[in-house]
Every structure is written in structure tokens, then in C-alpha cells.
């Protein structure tokens, strides 16, 4: 099956800084590659998603990109805010999908 | 969070109980899944249905069994509770097939369940 693979599992940065978490995936037929936002007590939240007929996409503040050749894909967030803090977590599929295991992002005032 | 709900919110049961989570939405969605979520595991799918009377197996299904009569609700049952199905349950739905945009899945906000 899928195994996706998140880094770092835990970031910091100073507000008005760039975060850049990433992910790779194993299975070549994935060909969808969802972000979400999870804080806390609260489910996951789908911030971006990309398909794999795409190989950047960008959403004001946040972009994804992805690399089909080299099996990852990444997501940036510019301009980091303290509402930026929370878990996020990367995700590769099609009907099913499978997720990376999170990274905490703390943005620091 | 796109007319999902969970109940319950929060259980706390003893070892050998059986428990019944359960999911409902209103967006009349085909696809529905059951997740858990534990620390350093990210979430893992237990089980999903794609129908009335349509269910299948995820990654981590023994110990859990699903059904689903009304296309509204998605039960999750735990037989026979043991300690290692303390997690947090999430449900999702996603729309259609993949593809043209039906693959996205959109989440409840949670379970937190307890076995003692």
C-alpha cells in the first residue's frame, strides 16, 4: 500500500518568516494530494489540495507543489501569522487516502 | 465542518465494553470513513463505505465493525473495547469518485474515546 512520509515533525518560526514542510509518497498511482490544518480539539481542515495533473498551486499565502518523477510534494506558507500555529498534515491517494504523521508548526510573535 | 456531526463527543468506557461511535451528516455525501488518530501515527483509516449496505476494510480494522442503513449515518462498533482503541475517531465524507473533484474528504470534529 501507500506510505507517506512527512518532515519535519516539528517547526518553528518567527512571524512574517516562510515554512516550508514536505512529504514523499511511494505509490505512483496516488493522484491526489491534499493539505490540512488540524488545531486543537478541532478536526482536520483542508487548507489546498493539488492533483497530479498539476505541479504547483497557490492559494494567497499558501502554495503546494509536487514532483510526480521524485514522488514529493511540499507546502509552503509565506508570511507566517500566530493563526498559522497548528498540526498539518500531508495526505496522497485517490478514492482512499493515506496521511504523513504531522508537523506541529509554532509561529513565533 | 460541512454539516458533520459526531456523537459522542467524549466516552469513557472499561476494557471489554462494547461501543458504538457514531457519524452523521447532511450533505448527502456517497463516501464515508472512519479514522483514528494516535501521536506519531498521523490518521489511519479503520473503515469506509461507498453506499448503503456498502462498506470495506482500512489499515487498521480488527476490533472494529461498521454499518451503514441510511446514507446519512456511518456507525462505528467496537465489540469488545481493549485499552489500545483509546484514540481520538474521526469520521469523513467525500463526495463521489475520484476525479473531477469528488476526491476531497472532509472532516468531523472528533471522538475522544477512553478505555480503561
Known amino acids: 500500500g501507500e506510505n507517506v512520509e512527512q518532515h519535519p515533525s516539528t517547526l518553528s518560526v518567527q512571524e512574517g518568516d516562510s515554512a516550508v514542510i514536505k512529504c514523499t509518497y511511494s505509490?505512483?498511482?496516488?493522484?491526489?494530494f491534499p493539505w490540512y490544518k488540524q488545531e486543537l480539539g478541532k478536526g482536520p481542515q483542508l487548507i489546498i489540495d493539488?492533483?497530479?495533473?498539476?505541479g504547483e498551486k497557490k492559494d494567497q499565502r499558501i502554495a503546494v507543489t509536487l514532483n510526480k518523477t521524485a514522488k514529493h510534494f511540499s507546502l509552503h506558507i509565506t508570511e507566517t501569522q500566530p493563526e498559522d500555529s497548528a498540526v498539518y498534515f500531508c495526505?496522497?491517494?485517490?478514492?482512499?487516502?493515506?496521511f504523513g504523521t504531522g508537523t506541529r508548526l509554532t509561529v513565533i510573535p | 465542518d460541512a454539516g458533520i456531526t459526531q456523537s459522542p463527543r467524549h466516552k469513557v468506557t472499561e476494557t471489554g465494553t462494547p461501543v458504538t461511535l457514531r457519524c452523521h451528516q447532511t450533505?448527502?455525501?456517497?463516501?464515508m470513513y472512519w479514522y483514528r488518530q494516535d501521536p506519531g501515527h498521523g490518521l489511519r483509516l479503520i473503515h469506509y463505505?461507498?453506499?448503503?449496505?456498502?462498506?470495506d476494510k482500512g489499515e487498521v480494522s480488527d476490533g472494529y465493525s461498521v454499518s451503514r442503513s441510511k446514507t446519512e449515518d456511518f456507525l462505528l462498533t467496537l465489540e469488545s473495547a481493549t485499552s489500545s482503541q483509546t484514540s481520538v475517531y474521526f469520521c469523513?465524507?467525500?463526495?463521489?469518485?475520484?476525479?473531477?473533484?469528488?476526491?476531497?474528504?472532509?472532516f468531523g470534529p472528533g471522538t475522544r474515546l477512553l478505555v480503561l
Open positions: 505509490d505512483s498511482a496516488s493522484n491526489y
Open positions: 495526505a496522497a491517494g485517490a478514492n482512499n487516502l493515506f
Open positions: 450533505e448527502n455525501h456517497r463516501y
Open positions: 463505505s461507498y453506499g448503503v449496505k456498502d462498506t
Open positions: 493539488i492533483r497530479s495533473n498539476v
Open positions: 469523513a465524507i467525500r463526495p463521489g469518485l475520484a476525479g473531477g473533484g469528488q476526491e476531497t474528504q472532509y
